[in-house]
């Protein structure tokens, strides 16, 4: 997560959570437990990523000069602020089956009748559940538009399909892939033969860094259980971390974090922190009815031998 600053530590939200949209002020009770990272502002939780009691697992991504926001909200939907989808999404929903039966009735706003003014809040996400689907959630159309995503990327470009379409240029995609019929579950979408492909760019631009991430990983050895898979993960996301360079940028890549749909396990790392915390979501801890927000120090310490 790429921000000026560090605004968000791993909470935990309950069951039958009271929270009100800065859209028009309606209030709404959650479903479904959810652990993930955010922040409480207000009457509301704002989720960055995380993952639901059922596996469900959800992240927001900036969306530059991608989304098309509702200007009049439509009777009878429900219509949030952009930036509320993520929660929301957590909070009801058990599977990605569920979200796209019934994303036609979310609207995201704009905020011209909002009463909390939020500019031209551009964001698309991501979900994924246990059976292995993950897709794109893209604000480009009313309904939402939902992308089948069997490669596993997603960085802030629009036009996700661009985006594929550039990665021709570096990999070379499986037929099932080019016709859509890939598997659920199908770790690789490309053959390997890379003879005559380009290299992957280096800047970290979305761009760039969307080509690094399905190029190594395609690339990269396959785990055998959650400890590889999540070192994996934390591998392939050294290749796009954003170190801190305020004279040359506003934001950097503040946490990283990883989610486990199995297991419901959580992983988080603070920029400047050079452990990872993991946190499950139990079923003891489902039980819980108060919110909790995790403290987890954001600083630089050492294991010492003398």
């Known amino acids: 997560m790429d921000w000026p600053r560090l605004g968000a ?3 935990f939200a309950p069951r039958h959570y009271h929270w009100r949209s800065v859209f028009d002020n309606q209030e709404y009770v959650t479903k479904y437990a959810l652990l993930g990272s955010g922040g409480k502002h207000g009457q509301r939780i704002d989720a960055s990523d995380g993952v639901n009691e059922f596996g469900l697992a959800v992240q927001k991504l900036t969306f530059t000069n991608g989304s098309q926001l509702v200007e009049e909200p439509t009777p009878g939907k429900m219509h949030l602020a952009p930036f509320e989808l993520s929660f929301h999404l957590l909070a009801n929903y058990r599977s990605v089956q569920e979200i796209i039966d019934d994303i036609e009735n979310i609207e995201l706003m ?3 009748h909002s009463l909390l003014k939020y500019g031209h809040s551009e964001l698309h996400f991501a979900a994924c559940d246990p059976t292995g689907r993950i897709v794109v959630v893209e604000p480009v159309t009313q309904p939402i538009e939902i992308i089948e995503n069997p490669l596993g990327v997603l960085t802030n470009s629009n036009h996700f399909d661009r985006q594929i379409n550039r990665l021709e240029k570096y990999l070379e995609f499986t037929p099932a892939f080019e016709n859509g019929t890939v598997p659920l579950n199908t770790p690789r979408v490309t053959t ?3 003879s005559g492909k380009s290299i992957p760019p280096g800047s970290y631009s979305p761009g760039s860094r969307f080509i690094r991430a399905a190029y190594l990983k395609e690339r990269i050895d396959l785990p055998d259980d959650e400890t590889a898979a999540f070192d994996n ?3 392939l996301l050294d ?8 004279a040359h940028q506003p934001t950097y890549s503040v946490y990283r974090a990883a989610v486990a749909c199995e297991s419901r396990n959580y992983y988080y790392q603070p920029y400047h922190a050079k452990s990872v915390v993991k946190i499950q979501l139990t079923d003891d801890m489902i039980q819980r009815t108060e919110p909790i927000f995790f ?6 310490t050492f294991q010492e031998f003398n």
Do not use: I, L, M, R
């Open 192 to 194: 390997g033969n890379v």
């Open 295 to 300: 403290d987890v120090a954001n600083e630089v």
């Open 239 to 246: 290749s796009v971390n954003v170190p801190k360079s305020s």
């Open 9 to 11: 530590k791993p909470f």
């Open 110 to 112: 704009a905020d011209t």
């Open 233 to 235: 993960c934390w591998h």
